[in-house]
């Protein structure tokens, strides 16, 4: 078997290690440190705070060594930290997004909640003892709150998503406006506003897909993209009025942290990681990039594997600028499944979605639906799928005709065909195993599991990884006996921790944390595919 010992987020020393006496387990791509990463802030002690919305964790990296310690555990009263800040007694202000709060962080590491009245915080900034944040939602507001207590004072309403801002040179603050109001597709402006209130104006237009500004240490403003490219603009607002664009390659770009040398240290939220960039596009790995999830998890018949990995489509490959390989920035994409040269995705905006990895092309199958998740396709060409938060199995047919297969289940997950045809369903909540029947309600094949998600079918056998344990159940689908070939898999959150809450689905219209999401598949060499989210890997499991 192969040896797990690299460290990892799912665990720090490196010594725990699968299991098993039936399959020989590889890593497909290096585990990740970071659950993706997103606001990024320097602290008193010299360290780059990583806040990861993923997670609803906190870390600080040390920029020398790469070196990761949690601060902020998954079960602090945080839930699912985006930006973060500092003030000047070196207080840490985080903007809790999903529920709506903005919480301080003493020194001490005793929480205070500042604000639970901000929709969707996300942006945040501190001016000396000011505490400023906006909203990422369409018409959100850009306010200054007072850890005091008093109500807050809005600054300004209108933005367009709101997102990463700061103090510039001339004693405005900075903030992008990530979508435009005409049209969602199109962004491109940063605005600036007194942060003792007045007229708001806009400073930059036609920039690349802004999602955060940031000053060096110069006052040259820097304009983050949250496109594919990694792009960078800088722009002397005080001078010639010059744009340079540097493509750094990085996917996902979030956020920024100039150092006192003026080294700039950027954020991805699709793969995580802190890299340092270089004014000519160079970057330096400090923290590797790698998989958010990963979630679903398929190969097609050309032995391609893919991975569902939340903000993209991804593959378990290195990737020239690090990291692993992002086929496609289709967010929020959950289970997946290869079908000749296509691969069919579920979203967690609802949909069912048909990709065409070399066309580059999306076509939407079915939307509406509660927190689908895993999916498969039928022996008749439709497409299966686990509709979790309904508790129903649909179809999708060629037409894009959607048919209820079975509804009234506790909290469906995934879906796998046997080779007769026959369809089975993991439920999560019930704990159980069902076989759907033509007529009448489905079938228990097995129960007393703990959380059962990805299934997957190989000869008679069946295959389902109960989460709540860590560990693969397989059952004869021909005796019916049961035994366990895995265990101590790395899914789910670090041993030891229960993150606080069950994430919420949506928060005032936008996304909110997602339920993770343990995927299974068969190869066609007899291996099995595994979604390692605890770590961020994709484990090959091969027969002795």
Known sequence: MTVMEPTSRYDATGKRRATSARWALERLNPPSLLWGSNGVAFGP?????????????????????????????????????????????????????????VWRRSPQGTYTLVSGDVDNPNGITCIGDRLFVNEMKPDGRLMELFPDGRDPRVLTQGLALGNAMQLGPDGHLYYPHMMSGRNPLLTGQVWRIPPDGGAPEVVADDVHQPVAVRFDQGGVLHVLSRGPEGIVTRIDLHGSGSRTLVTSGVVGLDNAAFDAENRMFVSSYSSGGVTEMHPDGRTREIVPRGLDGPYGVTIDLGGRVYAADHYRVARPEPSPEGGVTTHSLLHFSHGIVADGELLHITSQFGQIQTYDPEAGTTRERAGGLRRPLGLTVAPDGSLIVAESDAGRVVAVDEADVLTVLADGLDRPVDVAFDAEGRCYVSDEQLGAVLRLEEDGPPTVVVDGLDAPQGLAVLGDELFTVETGQRRLRALSLTTGETRTDAEDLPVGPPPGVVPRTEPALFANGMPGMARRFAGLTAGPDGSLLLSANGEGTVLRLKPR
């Open 45 to 101: 002690d010299g360290r780059l705070y990583v806040a990861q919305f993923l997670a609803g964790q906190i870390s600080a990296v040390d920029p020398a060594s790469g070196d990761v310690e949690v601060v902020v555990p998954m079960d602090s009263p945080v839930q699912s930290p985006d930006d973060l800040a500092f003030g000047a007694d070196g207080s840490m202000y985080i903007a809790d997004l999903v529920p709506g709060r």
